[in-house]
Nanobody, 130 residues
Framework: QVQLVESGGGLVQAGGSLRLSCAAS????????MGWFRQAPGKEREFVAT????????SYAGSVKGRFTISRDNTKNTVYLQMNSLTPEDTAVYYC???????????????????????WGQGTQVTVSS
């Protein structure tokens, strides 16, 4: 059973930074892409960033490109999201996500389409004050 546990959320002023972490367990972490999504109040959950299994490829939503950086440490089974230059529009619950078991290595397209994500964390709240 794959488990994803996010941490690092909190309250920050506009222009500030936060680093989110997602610790994964339950299967071999290092052979799967990982992703971050977010959901603001009253809005649909949206893609933020993804990183492939070895960290060699990343993809970002246009709204965060240049401000957020996704990375991973396969020795710690952890994926990170460094968020800089935060704005109130970044306020949301942030979710870590992992693709379905079949999609190890290069089996599935990268970046993974939304429907390939089978596993989700419980989310961590990020609030940016103006």
């Amino acid at each position: 059973q794959v488990q994803l546990v996010e941490s690092g959320g909190g309250l920050v002023q506009a222009g500030g930074s936060l680093r989110l972490s997602c610790a994964a367990s339950g299967r071999t972490f290092s052979i799967y892409a990982m992703g971050w999504f977010r959901q603001a109040p009253g809005k649909e959950r949206e893609f933020v960033a993804t990183i492939n299994w070895d960290g060699g490829s990343t993809s970002y939503a246009g709204s965060v490109k240049g401000r957020f950086t996704i990375s991973r440490d396969n020795t710690k089974n952890t994926v990170y999201l460094q968020m800089n230059s935060l704005t109130p529009e970044d306020t949301a619950v942030y979710y870590c996500a992992a693709p379905r078991d079949y999609c190890s290595g290069y089996r599935c397209p990268f970046p993974p389409p939304r429907h390939d994500y089978d596993y989700w964390g419980q989310g961590t709240q990020v609030t940016v004050s103006s």
